[in-house]
């Protein structure tokens, strides 16, 4: 009998230490993750185009999911992932964030960022910053390296330079085409004598989900073409254009700035989840609806902890794209071949 019971506690040690040499490896790697990047929503009809600038965006957007994708399969953060993808789209012209930023009506660029962290519930933001070639990332130092959560201005510059931030000359974020965009507005102003419109957005933002099972997201923006005294649009606004929570979901909008805060949008899909047991995608297109409900255009990108994601706008396109575990990496920007967006 004794001899018995040794072999089985024997047995169960052995058993035992398979399993602790076996599983962390399995489970790691079973672990669901991905990463979801939007280019900004707006007035972007099929055929309206030029075909080289679709391939040029296309061909971007490509390139910046591949890099995020591969942090997090490599086992990278999702914070590292959102901040690195959003970076390269703030480093690139087409987009409305950091080079490229449109312009106020007074010409100058003004721009705002925010990240956050799901875990924990940290965040950073920074708002109307004229120097930081990358917000997003001085969002992120506001997070980790201060006690606060907003900074703006000349305040949120100084802040970067004694973190050892590079600022840029206010001409590096000039392009000729969002030059020519202010002009056009102005011009239309003056015509029609207009009520601010905003057809075109630009902004980014990312959402991820690490193998740690950890969420974040973030967005930057130049806000919109022809804002002024110092607006501020929901992108850097946690709740508004950013949230994350790794109990429900991380969040990214674009969209007409005013309604997005108007609306809490981030943090309204989040609370459709906690509270009410929606899925991402019915918590997602429940808010995309209640904006659209008060006159507003926009859209979000949206991860939930398991890796299922939801992409909802109600303009007629917005630059998307997504790779989710090993699945293919898909890219879209108009509405009609958005599978994602069918409830
Ligand atoms: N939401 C941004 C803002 O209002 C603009 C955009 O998404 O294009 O500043």
């Known amino acids: 009998m004794k001899i018995l019971k040794r072999i089985s506690i024997l047995l169960m040690v052995f058993v035992l230490m398979l399993n602790v040499s076996v599983s962390p490896q399995d489970e790691t790697d079973a672990k669901p993750f991905g990463i979801v990047i939007h280019g900004g929503a707006g007035n972007m009809k099929k055929g309206e185009m030029a075909p080289e600038k679709e391939k040029a965006y296309q061909e971007k957007l490509k390139e910046i999911l591949t890099t995020g994708y591969n942090i997090l ?28 930023a449109v312009f106020t009506a007074e010409g100058t660029n003004e721009l705002d960022a925010s990240i956050m962290e799901g875990k924990t519930l940290n965040a950073g933001a920074v708002a109307g910053v004229k120097r930081v070639k990358n917000p997003i990332s001085l969002a992120r130092m506001v997070m980790e390296h201060s006690p606060h959560v907003m900074m703006a201005g000349d305040g949120a510059e100084t802040f970067a330079k004694k973190m050892g931030m590079t600022l840029v000359s206010k001409e590096y974020f000039f392009t000729k085409s969002r030059w020519e965009r202010l002009q056009r507005i102005k011009k239309e102003m003056k015509k029609k004598k207009q009520k601010e419109k905003n057809k075109k957005f630009g902004t980014v933002g990312a959402v991820a989900l690490d193998k740690q099972g950890n969420l974040a997201g973030g967005t930057s923006t130049g806000g919109m073409t022809y804002k002024r005294y110092g607006r501020i649009g929901d992108s850097p606004i946690i709740g508004a254009g950013t949230y994350a929570n ?14 997005f805060i108007r609306s809490v949008v981030a943090y309204d899909i989040s609370a459709l989840m906690e509270y009410k047991g929606l899925s991402v995608k019915e918590a997602a297109h429940m808010a995309i609806k209640k904006v659209g409900d008060l ?49």
């Open 246 to 259: 790794n109990r429900t979901c991380a969040v990214s909008a674009t969209g007409w700035g005013e309604y």
């Open 295 to 343: 006159k507003a255009t926009g859209g979000v990108i949206a991860i939930d902890s398991s890796g299922n994601i939801a992409m909802p706008f109600n303009t007629s396109g917005m630059f998307r794209a997504y790779k989710i575990n090993d699945g293919k990496l898909v890219i879209k920007i108009y509405k009609d071949e958005s599978e994602a967006n069918k409830k």
């Open 73 to 100: 399969k490599n086992g990278g953060t999702s914070l590292d992932a959102v901040e690195t993808v959003i970076r390269m789209m703030e480093d690139s012209p087409l987009f409305n964030a950091g080079k490229g």
